[in-house]
Structures are given as C-alpha cells and as structure tokens.
C-alpha cells in the first residue's frame, strides 16, 4: 500500500468504481476518508470496511441539499485537505434520433454537480492544515479526440477540465492545488453498460493505485494509460484518417445509396 502524509479527503462517486477503490485506499494509508455518493446502503457497506471512511449521503446535482451537506461535513470535520471528485455519469447519444435531453443529464452530474461540490469544499480546504491543499477533479481521456456518440459525456468532461484549468489560477495565491486526472477506460460498473472495444481496459483497483501514486507530486494534469493517450493522438495529427477508423459507418445498402443520390 502506498504511504501518505494523514489526511482529510472527500471522495465523490465513491459507492462503486473508481471511488470505492480511492476510498478503500486512501482510508488503508490511514487518511480520514469522508466518502459521498447517493447510495446510502452501499456508503454503509463501505464505512463497514475501514473505520476510516466516513459515509456522508448527497446528490451533488441538488442545489439547496448540497448546503445541508456542507453543514454535514462540517461537523464531520473542521477542515479538509484533499477532495477527489469523481462523480459522473455517462448516457450516448444515439443517431439518427438522439435523446437530446441526455446532454443536460450528463451536464448536470459531470459538470453542474461538480461545480456545487466545488463550492462547498473551499471554505473547509482554506482551513487546511497541510501546506497546500489540494482539489482533484477526475475527468477523462474522451477530451482528447472525438468519439462517436459521446457529445454529451465528451462535452461535460471537456467543461470540466476548462473550469479546473481556470480554477487553478485563482486559487495559486491561496495556496490550494489543483489536479486533472485523466483517466482511460477502467472496467467499473458504468464503462460495463459499454457496448463498443475499449482498448487498453484497466482494472479499478490499479486505476485507483497509478492515481494516488501520481497526484502525490500534485502534477497539473494526469492522463493514463500512456499507451491510450499516444493513440488518441492521432486524432489531432490525422483527423481524417481518425474520423474513418471511429465513425459508425452507414448500413444503407450501396445500391439504395446510388438511387438517393440520382444515380
């Protein structure tokens, strides 16, 4: 288990997944692990795991709750060093009719609910006790290239990494760090319902592992696997040749595509 200075930190999404294993980890090193999620049953379930780990209920998309929350965590603890915010959903839009409200669900978690935990957070990071505290917003490597069916998730998560790369210049005078982590695919319950290759497919616990490793160093930005990244490059160098190897391709017939087109 990898070794940690004390801490409070305040993991989002942690009933299942990447946070779940975060939570479980961090709480191992003997941190203060307040763990949030909407799943009472499953946060439970966690805090019986490690006596580290405390559950806190909310839905980060609830404006006027998240207020409650902040009085909550307030009273679990003065002040906190670290939050991890990995709360996220992800819907896929499905042509040629897409469920348009999809976009603003997906934004209402990724980004919106995000931004609320964001704000709650700040008043008890200033009273850290560490040198620097420290905001860690897990985004995703989707930002890096366009991927079909993926507007909303990719636009929230690519909001997400603006907000955060805008919020550390701000928050550089108060001495609060501010990290984006860019994960590939880990095999969790949400990348599950996936019904398309995920290339270079990571299992959740050493996900949670090169993540507590890397952010360590307090890096601006970490992005993984490298071998994801390096692929996703392409996308920028050779954008057609990308949007040839990722588009769906058209099931209408060759000879049916002739007499549309007057041929």
Not at 20 to 49: D, F, H, P
Not at 55 to 66: E, G, H, R
Not at 146 to 165: H, I, L, N, Q, T
Not at 205 to 222: G, M, S, V, W
Request: overall charge neutral; glycine content about 4%.
């Amino acid at each position: 288990m990898i070794a940690t200075a004390r801490k409070v930190i305040w993991i989002t999404g942690a009933s299942s997944g990447l946070g779940r294993s975060l939570a479980l980890q961090l709480a191992a090193s003997g941190n203060q692990v307040i763990a949030s999620a909407r799943n009472q049953a499953e946060l439970n379930k966690l805090a019986e795991l490690d006596a580290n780990i405390t559950p806190l209920v909310c839905d980060i998309t609830d404006d006027k709750a998240m207020d409650v929350v902040r009085d909550q965590m307030a009273q679990i603890s003065p002040q906190l060093d670290q939050v991890i915010l990995n709360a996220g959903n992800c819907e896929y839009l499905d042509f040629p009719e897409p469920d348009w409200a999809a976009v603003r669900r997906v934004m209402e978690v990724n980004f919106f609910g995000t931004v609320n935990c964001v704000k709650i957070a700040l008043p008890l990071l200033r009273k850290s006790s560490s040198d620097r505290a420290h905001v860690v917003a897990v985004a995703s490597q989707v930002t890096a290239a366009p991927f079909p069916r993926a507007e909303a998730y990719g636009a929230s998560k690519a909001a997400m990494r603006y907000f955060f790369d805008s919020l550390r210049m701000d928050l550089a005078a108060e001495d609060i760090d501010v990290t984006v982590v860019n994960p590939g695919f880990v095999d969790t319950p949400l990348t599950r319902k996936n019904d398309f290759p995920m290339p270079f497919l990571m299992q959740v616990d050493e996900a949670a592992t090169r993540i507590i490793k890397n952010i360590a160093a307090r890096p601006r930005t970490y992005s993984f696997p490298l071998r994801l990244s390096a692929l996703l490059l392409l996308s920028k160098l050779m954008p057609g040749l990308w949007q040839k190897m990722v588009a769906p391709k058209t099931d209408v017939p060759a000879k049916q595509s002739e007499e549309s087109a007057g041929k």
